[in-house]
């Protein structure tokens, strides 16, 4: 099985398009507006094979509900600059107190990018216009199997 898609609540489909593809660089895949209360607005991350569906419609989830998808880059810094640089208003790098996966909230969060840049180790954080919250997490190599 591999995850394909992600329906994320939103309040304005025009604003979240908007966000996601301009600010975020993410593709636009599809655009359908079915009929007046169902519209279908697919993107997907660059070089992910999961995609992100919002629109109207699609979901009874309140807008901003959806926490803690995460985005995986190869370089904290240079992510988190590229997105301020978007536009987009981001927290970090940070990692977690106990070396480990961050915690609910901030909870354990220490500014600055893991001490020995350790895989897995360095988030950021943001945020779409209605709340739903990503984190970027600095892979460099894989654990095996992945």
């Not at 001490?115 to 654990?143: C, K």
């Amino acid at each position: 099985m591999k995850l394909e898609v992600v329906v994320l609540p939103v309040s304005d489909a025009d604003r979240a398009k908007d966000f996601y593809t301009r600010q975020l660089g993410f593709r636009l895949d599809a655009d359908f507006a079915i009929h007046d209360g169902y519209r279908i607005i697919q993107v997907t991350p660059p070089g992910s094979a999961c995609s992100i569906i919002f629109g109207d419609g699609l979901t009874d989830a309140e807008p901003g509900t959806v926490q803690g998808l995460h985005l995986i880059v190869s370089d904290i810094e240079q992510a988190g600059k590229e997105l301020a640089g978007r536009g987009v208003e981001v927290t970090g790098p940070f990692h977690d107190a106990t070396g480990a996966f961050h915690q609910a909230g901030e909870t354990g969060r220490v500014m600055g990018a893991h001490p020995e840049r350790a895989s897995y180790g360095s988030f950021a954080a943001f945020a779409d216009p209605d709340g739903n919250r990503w984190f970027l997490q600095e892979i460099t190599v894989r654990l095996p199997g992945r």
